[in-house]
């Protein structure tokens, strides 16, 4: 009669989401559950946590181990880490403000390279060129003049988290433009860089900008720079 008396107040425990018998089949589900939703925070899965975790609820009862809190607790945490990742993710992607801007550096730096005595010069060449590197800020702006040319360079830098234009680098007339307008082939007409030019290419979802500065006579001797422009389409 004690046997079956228990077995009843056992299973109306049961009934209402109480604990148990740690060994009852329930109990069992409940622990399956809560362990394959921490193996699911390791992955990590943190829909399939979740699911887990609604269903362990289900199979615990109302006094449920306390590796249930435990996955709760690694659910938040995974939630939290996972919303800083996609939050500084959203801020690589995002133009970095006008007031820091690379572009008046890079000006200053090419205007500067341009007026330099002597940079046609030098005692070893890369395929014919003088070739230097300067830094802006740990990003590479590659200059280089064609040996005895002094007339004929190119300057490139790759400018992260900026979408440039030709006007950012002086008043500026369009001669080309291609892709949508992502790519443009412009001559600049005053500023510190007056008669040079530019060729400027857009990557909106870096974002990132290419930029090419160079003379007219730097189209001549750079012939990957020559295919590029020939390749643009006129406005």
Known sequence: MRRAAFALSCVLAVT???????????AAAC?????????MLS?????????????ARAQCGKDPPSGLAKLEEGI????RVQAEAAERKRRELLPKPVRESLVP?????????RDAKGREQCE???EGRCAKIDFIDGQAVQLWTAR?????FVAFPTLGRELVT?????????????????????????GPLKGLFALVKQAPARPSTDVTIFSAKGIDVDESLKAELTAITPE
């Open 16 to 26: 209402v989401g109480a604990g148990c018998d740690k060994g009852s089949p329930l």
């Open 31 to 39: 622990q399956t559950s809560i362990q394959r939703g921490q193996s």
């Open 43 to 55: 992955v990590p899965d943190l829909g399939a946590a979740r699911d887990w975790l609604t269903q």
């Open 76 to 79: 938040t945490v995974l939630e």
């Open 105 to 113: 550096r890079l000006i200053a730096i090419v205007a500067e390279y």
């Open 124 to 126: 070893t060449d890369d």
């Open 148 to 152: 005895g040319k002094a007339d004929a």
């Open 166 to 190: 030709c006007d950012a680098l002086g008043p500026s007339q369009v001669k080309r433009t291609y892709d949508d307008g992502a790519k443009v082939y412009c001559a600049i007409t005053d």
